[in-house]
């Protein structure tokens, strides 16, 4: 997305949460935190997969970790997006299956790193 199109939406957010502040006498901060939470949890554009997702994920994958290929169990998989901010982002074929070691190399992540890195995958969009 071109950095003209973030600055509208940015700016039509602002004013859709000082609108929605005044409609409901609520502070801002609180209308954009709320604002926040719900499009976390949004199952088709939010950022977090729900658990029905990521079993659909492992099924499509045949239950096979997308790192080393081995069999993978739904209590030890870690899900990485393969793209993210595209329609259907916890779609199976975009939501992939890791062991958590293959995921941390998929991530470039060190040892006892508190960050996961970049994915070397990523397509940017």
């Known amino acids: 997305m071109e950095n003209k199109h973030r600055t509208k939406i940015r700016q039509a957010v602002s004013v859709l949460v000082e ?59 870690v899900f990485h997006h393969l793209r993210r901010r595209i329609p259907d982002q916890h779609a199976p074929e975009n939501l992939l299956p890791y062991h958590p070691g293959c995921h941390d190399t998929e991530h470039g992540a060190k040892k006892a790193s508190l960050s996961k890195g970049a994915s070397r995958r990523k397509a940017r969009v």
Not at 19 to 44: M, N, R, W, Y
């Open 19 to 77: 609108k929605l502040a005044e409609e409901t006498g609520c502070h801002a901060e609180a209308v954009a935190d709320v604002a926040f939470l719900h499009i976390q949890k949004h199952p088709s554009w939010g950022r977090n997969s729900t658990e029905a997702q990521k079993r659909a994920s492992l099924r499509f994958w045949k239950e096979r970790c997308q790192g080393c290929g081995e069999a993978l169990s739904r209590a030890e998989a």
